[in-house]
């Protein structure tokens, strides 16, 4: 592994313990059901059990950045060439180039990855701050702009990594 992979993935890192800690700090204070499901407006429509929604909720935010990482980073790795869907294959998967091109791969699927658990992260928060301890379940406000903060994030993040393996003139 080389140094550029250091940062995003420390990054990953406390990102995930930090998804974690959430869980096992504030699923005390959980209601026993929560309101997990809301309509576009942000009102509640469906409810999960405690226990289950911490069991789902931090396992969803162990693997799927996890896996996210694994299919874009690690995978390209161990599958034939041919089997690599990027920009210029051939160009940038060529004996010279490999190395640094699936070290680039990495570097790219830990920054996605962190990408993906700041997503899962805020909305695990939000929906904490939607369930208030010993109170009804609010409307989740903010949601809407969170899902468009991270489809832009995801649009520019396919952009960068576009230009990155463009073809050199």
Same mark, same amino acid.
């Given at each position: 592994?080389?140094?550029?992979?250091?940062?995003?993935?420390?990054?990953?890192?406390?990102? *995930?313990?930090?998804?974690?800690?959430?869980?096992?700090?504030?699923?005390?204070?959980?209601?026993?059901?929560?309101?997990?499901?809301? *309509?576009?407006?942000?009102?509640?429509?469906?409810?999960?059990?405690?226990?289950?929604?911490?069991?789902?909720?931090?396992?969803?935010?162990?693997?799927?950045?996890?896996?996210?990482?694994?299919?874009?980073?690690?995978?390209?790795?161990?599958?034939?060439?041919?089997?690599?869907?990027?920009?210029?294959?051939?160009?940038?998967?060529?004996?010279?180039?490999?190395?640094?091109?699936?070290?680039?791969?990495?570097?790219?699927?830990?920054?996605?990855?962190?990408?993906?658990?700041?997503?899962?992260?805020?909305?695990?928060?939000?929906?904490?701050?939607?369930?208030?301890?010993?109170?009804?379940?609010?409307?989740?406000?903010?949601?809407?702009?969170?899902?468009?903060?991270?489809?832009?994030?995801?649009?520019?993040?396919?952009?960068?990594?576009?230009?990155?393996?463009?073809?050199?003139?």
């Amino acid at each position: 592994m080389n140094d550029r992979v250091s940062l995003p993935l420390a990054v990953l890192l406390v990102l *995930t313990c930090g998804a974690l800690a959430f869980f096992i700090y504030y699923g005390q204070w959980f209601p026993p059901t929560l309101a997990v499901r809301f *309509t576009l407006a942000g009102v509640p429509y469906g409810r999960m059990d405690r226990l289950k929604f911490i069991v789902i909720g931090s396992s969803l935010s162990f693997m799927l950045p996890t896996f996210v990482v694994a299919c874009l980073g690690v995978m390209p790795r161990v599958l034939p060439i041919r089997m690599v869907t990027l920009p210029h294959r051939d160009y940038w998967l060529a004996p010279e180039r490999r190395e640094a091109t699936l070290n680039r791969l990495l570097y790219f699927a830990l920054w996605l990855g962190c990408l993906v658990q700041a997503f899962l992260l805020s909305l695990w928060i939000m929906i904490r701050h939607a369930n208030p301890p010993g109170a009804p379940a609010r409307s989740l406000d903010g949601h809407t702009a969170l899902v468009a903060v991270f489809v832009l994030a995801l649009v520019t993040f396919v952009a960068v990594v576009s230009r990155a393996f463009a073809k050199p003139r």
